[in-house]
């Protein structure tokens, strides 16, 4: 999603911003609520691995946010490269 969100602001698609950006808040804040009650609720060693899986699950998100829009872009402008 924060990939999406950067790539609405570098393309200046306006009234994607605000939605996009709000999106994210929300995803942000279930994000910090899971990783806190699970803080609270286990030990130390369980909250590092949801932070690893939160982590993989964003970096992988990301990639597969790059080459989705590579494919639109080449659908959209028929670009051969």
Do not use: C
Not at 28 to 35: I, Q, R, S, V
Request: proline fraction near 1%.
């Amino acid at each position: 999603m924060k990939s999406i969100a950067q790539m609405n602001v570098q393309y200046k698609r306006k009234g994607m911003i605000m939605p996009t950006s709000i999106i994210l808040a929300f995803m942000e804040l279930f994000t910090l609520g899971m990783f806190t009650k699970n803080f609270l609720e286990s030990e130390i060693l369980g909250s590092i691995l949801l932070a690893l899986v939160i982590g993989t699950g964003g970096g992988l998100g990301s990639m597969v946010s790059l080459d989705f829009h590579h494919w639109l872009s080449k659908k959209i402008y028929k670009w051969d490269k």
